[in-house]
C-alpha cells in the first residue's frame, strides 16, 4: 500500500467518522464496544445545533510521524523525507450524506467496531478498530479533536497491523468548507 493510499484511507475515515461525529453538539454521547450502528442509532438524535454543512471540503492530513520497526536506516530516512509532506483531498458532501452522515461513515467502514466512542461539546475522542477488507489485517485509528459546521482539527494516531508487522502513523488533520460542491 502507498503512503499516498494510506493517507487518502486515513482523511477519507477521518471526514466520515467526523460527519458523524457533528451530529450535535448539545448532548454528549459516550459508548463503549459499540459497532458502528450502535453510534449511529446513540447519535442521529441529537442533531440539533451543530451539523457537518454540505458543499466541497478540503481536508490537509499532514503525517506527522511514523514507525515500522525494523526498518533499514535508509528506508526509514526515505519516509522520514514524505512524512515532512502534506496530502490535501476534497470531497464533496452532500446535503444527504450531511442528514445522514452515518451512512457516509458505513459506506466504507468494512468491519469496523468503537472500542471508545464520546463526544459532545464540539469535541470528539474516539478509538476505532477496523478489519482489513481488501487486505488481511487490522487498523486501529485514535483521535481526538474539535469540530464546528464548517471546520474540524483532529489529531489521530493509526495502528496497522498486517502479516506480523506494525506500522504505527501519527496524524494531524483539518478539514474547512470551501464553498459549494463541483459540478
Do not use: H
Not at 15 to 31: N, Q, T
Not at 96 to 110: F, H, S, T, V, W
Not at 140 to 150: A, C, D, R
Amino acid at each position: 500500500m502507498s503512503m499516498e493510499s494510506i493517507m487518502r484511507t486515513a482523511s477519507s475515515a477521518l471526514i466520515a467518522l467526523l460527519a458523524l461525529a457533528a451530529c450535535g453538539e448539545s448532548d454528549e454521547v459516550k459508548l463503549e464496544n459499540a459497532s458502528v450502528a450502535d453510534v449511529a442509532e446513540a447519535t442521529k438524535d441529537k442533531a440539533t445545533t451543530v451539523k457537518l454543512k454540505p458543499g466541497q471540503w478540503r481536508t490537509t492530513a499532514e503525517l506527522v510521524s511514523i514507525d515500522v520497526p525494523g526498518l533499514p536506516k535508509e528506508v526509514a530516512d526515505q519516509i522520514g523525507q514524505s512524512a515532512a509532506k502534506s496530502s490535501t483531498t476534497e470531497d464533496c458532501v452532500t446535503q444527504e450524506e450531511a442528514d445522514k452522515p452515518q451512512e457516509m461513515l458505513a459506506r466504507d467502514n468494512g468491519e469496523c467496531r468503537y472500542d471508545r466512542f464520546q463526544m459532545g461539546g464540539g469535541k470528539i475522542d474516539a478509538v476505532m478498530r477496523c478489519k482489513g477488507t481488501e487486505q488481511p489485517g487490522e487498523m486501529q485509528i485514535s483521535m481526538s479533536g474539535n469540530y464546528q459546521p464548517e471546520r474540524y482539527d483532529v489529531a489521530a494516531e493509526m495502528v496497522m497491523t498486517q502479516q506480523g508487522k506494525t506500522i504505527t502513523m501519527r496524524l494531524k488533520s483539518r478539514s474547512e468548507r470551501i464553498g459549494e460542491c463541483k459540478a
